[in-house]
């Protein structure tokens, strides 16, 4: 699956990858019906997807989220914002993207669903929560303090970009970090997803 692409035209990887599992496992002659999914950021709103909608096929065991935005993020609407200083984290993003294929895509549609006011968290997937509570659900939290140190650290990745280092820095240089870190009024972050969406009201947090 490509992550940066959204949302629903990665909605069938999930129901795909355990039918292509469950399938390997009872070709070596275990008897099997469900599996446990782990999955990290935007693999957990996919597997809510599958849970949620009409074509659940009750095989999972347990899910297990880690870091991700249920509630979407702040950090997309900044992004996604002309007006705010996060458009040049987003040119940012394009140009690492471009030099040093990161999985970080603006243009690809996943930041678009992630906004917190945006039809997709404000839609159906928030609000139509049906077949979650039959799935036993736990959530992985964590927080950190990387992100600016990603881009202005000793250690950057945009330092070993020789020849774009000049242009790197002076985007960088125009990066209000202390605006951004408003933005989460306060609560704890992985850098991108608040605690609260990473907990996403699902029952066991961690």
Do not use: W
């Not at 957990?44 to 065991?61: A, K, P, W």
């Not at 690492?96 to 997709?120: A, Q, S, W, Y």
């Not at 609000?127 to 202005?152: E, M, R, W």
């Amino acid at each position: 699956s490509n992550s940066e692409n959204h949302l629903e035209i990665s909605q069938y990887v999930i129901p795909n990858s355990i039918t292509r599992l469950l399938k390997i496992v009872r070709s070596q002659g275990i008897a099997v019906d469900e599996v446990d999914v782990a999955a990290h950021s935007a693999g957990g709103l996919l597997t809510r997807m599958y849970i949620q909608g009409s074509g659940y096929r009750y095989d999972i065991n347990r899910f297990i989220s880690m870091n991700t935005p249920h509630s979407g993020s702040q950090f997309a609407d900044f992004i996604l914002d002309p007006h705010s200083s996060g458009s040049n984290i987003n040119l940012l993003l394009k140009l690492t993207h471009k030099l040093m294929k990161t999985p970080n895509c603006p243009d690809c549609g996943i930041l678009e669903d992630l906004r917190v006011d945006g039809p997709f968290m404000d839609g159906s997937f928030n609000s139509q929560l049906n077949n979650l509570d039959k799935v036993p659900s736990h959530a992985i939290t964590s927080t950190s303090n990387y992100f600016s140190g990603f881009f202005l650290g000793g250690n950057s990745q945009f330092h070993k970009l020789e020849s774009y280092k000049k242009v790197l820095l002076a985007i960088v240089g125009q990066l209000d970090f202390h605006r951004y870190s408003l933005l989460f009024r306060g609560e704890q972050t992985d850098n991108t997803v608040p605690i609260g969406s990473q907990k996403g009201g699902l029952i066991g947090n961690a």
